[in-house]
Nanobody
Framework: QLQASGGGLVQSGGSLRLSCAVS????????MAWFRQAPGKEREFVAA????????YYTDSVKGRFTISRNNARDTVFLQMNSLKPEDTAVYYC?????????????????????WGQGTQVTVSS
């Protein structure tokens, strides 16, 4: 089970930190990701972190502004979002890829992930 939190309303240029707590015993061996879905749009990849935490991946539009990280001792993944823009407004979902793990080339694909959180709303006002 994945429980996302930390969303809210923030002004353009502001920051938010999303958290996703994962229950179960496979967290440290699983890859994690954040996706987002704006109204009327497809769910899109935002960021991912491999099981070890050593490798991270971002969509181009958030590079330099967002940081994904994980705490394997707390079974939690984070998304620090800085310099937020109105176009970042969306419902943000965390997702987990449990063993057997998907190949690296599929990291940005929704189909790589086995379970999803309920989503947390992020709204950025201009």
């Amino acid at each position: 089970q994945l429980q996302a939190s930390g969303g809210g309303l923030v002004q353009s240029g502001g920051s938010l930190r999303l958290s996703c707590a994962v229950s179960g015993s496979t967290f440290s061996r699983s890859h994690m990701a954040w996706f987002r879905q704006a109204p009327g749009k497809e769910r899109e990849f935002v960021a991912a972190v491999r099981s070890s935490g050593g490798s991270t991946y971002y969509t181009d539009s958030v590079k330099g502004r967002f940081t994904i990280s994980r705490n394997n001792a707390r079974d939690t993944v984070f998304l620090q979002m800085n310099s937020l823009k109105p176009e970042d407004t969306a419902v943000y979902y965390c997702a987990i890829d449990v063993p057997p793990l998907t190949v690296l080339s599929h990291t940005r694909h929704k189909t790589a992930y086995d379970y999803w959180g309920q989503g947390t709303q992020v709204t950025v006002s201009s």
